[in-house]
T-cell receptor, first 111, second 112 residues
């Protein structure tokens, strides 16, 4: 059964710092991996989708990489801002099954 | 605007009551999902449906029921058999294939 782990569980950084969030999964036979952002009490907002054939995707200050063979993905946030403070979740799709989620990394960017 | 609408945003249930959470999408997506989110637990799958009139149990289906009579609607009923229903419930949808999933804004259910 697919398991997804996100480390660290929480992270606090000063404004302007570049940072990396980590996601690992146990079954490398994934179809795609998706990164989401969740603000307190809100739904999930999709940030980036990486298909299994891709190595990375970029959107603005966000860059997500995927290494299927090692079962890892990273989300790189450049020049962090207080508005980036949120919980970031990764989720993987394996076969014809629904997304399996990690527990998230709670990010605080301090002004 | 296209999107996924969950209602209500907040819902209160008395002990022994059944309640129904609404999820509607106008994205013409084929698949729809219900997840439950508890503090420190991440998202756990309750039910999902990949086509109209068909649905499958997820990891924590006990005490819940769903229907998929229309492509755009996937209501979730929390029955009195669900012993600990207080949680944040999230609905999602996506097109067929390995496509991006989108989420609604959630319904917070509290037992009073």
């Amino acid at each position: 059964k697919q398991e997804v782990t996100q480390i660290p569980a929480a992270l606090s950084v000063p404004e302007g710092e570049n940072l990396v969030l980590n996601c690992s999964f146990t079954d490398s036979a994934i179809y795609n991996l998706q990164w989401f952002r969740q603000d307190p009490g809100k739904g999930l907002t999709s940030l980036l989708l990486i298909q299994s054939s891709q190595r990375e995707q970029t959107s603005g200050r966000l860059n997500a990489s995927l290494d299927k063979s090692s079962g890892r993905s990273t989300l790189y946030i450049a020049a962090s801002q207080p508005g980036d403070s949120a919980t970031y979740l990764c989720a993987v799709k394996t076969g014809n099954t629904p997304l399996v989620f990690g527990k998230g990394t709670r990010l605080s960017v301090i002004a | 605007d296209g999107g996924i609408t969950q209602s209500p945003k907040y819902l209160f249930r008395k002990e022994g009551q059944n309640v129904t959470l609404s999820c509607e999408q106008n994205l013409n997506h084929d698949a729809m999902y219900w997840y439950r989110q508890d503090p420190g637990q991440g998202l756990r799958l309750i039910y999902y449906s990949q086509i109209v009139n068909d649905f499958q149990k997820g990891d924590i289906a006990e005490g819940y029921s769903v229907s998929r009579e229309k492509k755009e609607s996937f209501p979730l009923t929390v029955t009195s058999a669900q012993k600990n229903p207080t949680a944040f419930y999230l609905c999602a949808s996506r097109r067929a294939g390995n496509t991006e999933a989108f989420f609604g804004q959630g319904t917070r259910l509290t037992v009073v």
